[in-house]
Antibody, heavy 119, light 109 residues
Framework: QVQLVESGGGLVKPGESLRLSCEGSGFTLSDFSMTWIRQGPGKGLEWVAYMSSSAADIYYADSVKGRFTISRDNGQNSLLLQMNSLRTEDTAVYYC????????????WGQGTLVTVSS | SYVLTQPPSVSVAPGETATITCGGNNIGSKTVHWYQQQKPGQAPVLVIYYDTDRPSRIPERFSGSNSGNTATLTISRVEAGDEADYYCQVWDSRSDHVVFGGGTKLAVL
């Protein structure tokens, strides 16, 4: 069955970097559009970044553009999120999600990984 | 940027019908998807997509509609297990951004 497992979260200081990974199983990740979504403490869902199956279309939320990079490791069947210049407001649980029909319908979600940015 | 507005909370008695709205400028011209999150920090679950479609594992009690400036998620014969946060979501083609509503906490009295 389809599974998504995020990893790489942790505690970092403002200005530092972190790389998140989302390993897919039960499907070939490069066949699907994939997305990162986050949820800050006590807050709602916030879209972070999107990558189409072809990787030709990549989009970022304004709040992370220029600091975060979404990519894929096809050999590891994984989605990546490189996060640089982290800020306290980036503190959140980060989820990866698989698209349905490349229509930004998030059919499968991972359990999330917590990123805490604090001095 | 495109904004989706949801009521912060909705309360309903067991067995009654819950209606959760999602407002947006001419949202009827977009396709709306809905997610249920039982607890913050738990993975959300898709409950309605393309305005009205239900994934096979979602009960028929869940339905959706979308017209004009309001999309609606309706939960009939509400059960205690439906108590959760619900989020609407669209794709904004003008900005190439995914947009989520602020979420609605459904309380089952």
């Amino acid at each position: 069955q389809v599974q998504l497992v995020e990893s790489g979260g942790g505690l970092v200081k403002p200005g530092e970097s972190l790389r998140l990974s989302c390993e897919g199983s039960g499907f070939t990740l490069s066949d699907f559009s994939m997305t990162w979504i986050r949820q800050g403490p006590g807050k709602g869902l916030e879209w972070v970044a999107y990558m189409s199956s072809s990787a030709a279309d990549i989009y970022y939320a304004d709040s992370v553009k220029g600091r975060f990079t979404i990519s894929r490791d096809n050999g590891q069947n994984s989605l990546l999120l490189q996060m640089n210049s982290l800020r306290t407001e980036d503190t959140a649980v980060y989820y990866c999600a698989r698209d349905r029909n490349s229509a930004t319908i998030f059919e499968y979600w991972g359990q999330g990984t917590l990123v805490t940015v604090s001095s | 940027s495109y904004v989706l507005t949801q009521p912060p909370s909705v309360s309903v008695a067991p067995g009654e019908t819950a209606t959760i709205t999602c407002g947006g400028n001419n949202i009827g011209s977009k396709t709306v998807h809905w997610y249920q999150q039982q607890k913050p920090g738990q993975a959300p679950v898709l409950v309605i997509y393309y305005d009205t479609d239900r994934p096979s594992r979602i009960p028929e009690r869940f339905s959706g509609s979308n017209s004009g400036n309001t999309a609606t998620l309706t939960i009939s014969r509400v059960e205690a297990g439906d108590e959760a946060d619900y989020y609407c979501q669209v794709w904004d083609s003008r900005s190439d951004h995914v947009v989520f509503g602020g979420g609605t906490k459904l309380a089952v009295l």
